[in-house]
């Protein structure tokens, strides 16, 4: 009766080491996923990010930088009713 008692704790024993590794690989497999899943991510996040930033600054340097339109935005609140129109409709 005392072997039974043996064998079983011993089987308990190995099935809890055999479940846990198992389920250890399997978190371990899930966060490496994730962790390259997010650096694909971060990559074209990046990618994107810096093609809008060299749009807006290659906008930025052509129409906006000039002393005509900084003198407008500078000159913005104060400006009287009919200058402001006209930064509006573009035609300054």
């Known amino acids: 009766m005392d072997s039974k008692y043996k064998y079983f704790f011993v089987y308990f024993i190995i099935t809890l080491f055999t479940v846990g590794t198992f389920w250890y690989q399997k978190e371990y497999k899930i966060d490496k996923h994730l962790d390259i899943e997010f650096n694909n991510v971060m990559k074209n996040y990046n990618i994107i990010y810096s093609q809008y930033k060299d749009t807006a600054n290659i906008i930025f340097k052509t129409k906006i930088n000039k ?3 900084i003198k407008i935005f500078k ?7 009919t200058l402001q ?8």
């Open 67 to 69: 002393s005509e339109i």
């Open 75 to 81: 000159n913005g609140n104060s400006a009287d009713k």
């Open 85 to 92: 129109d006209k930064a509006r409709k573009g035609s300054v």
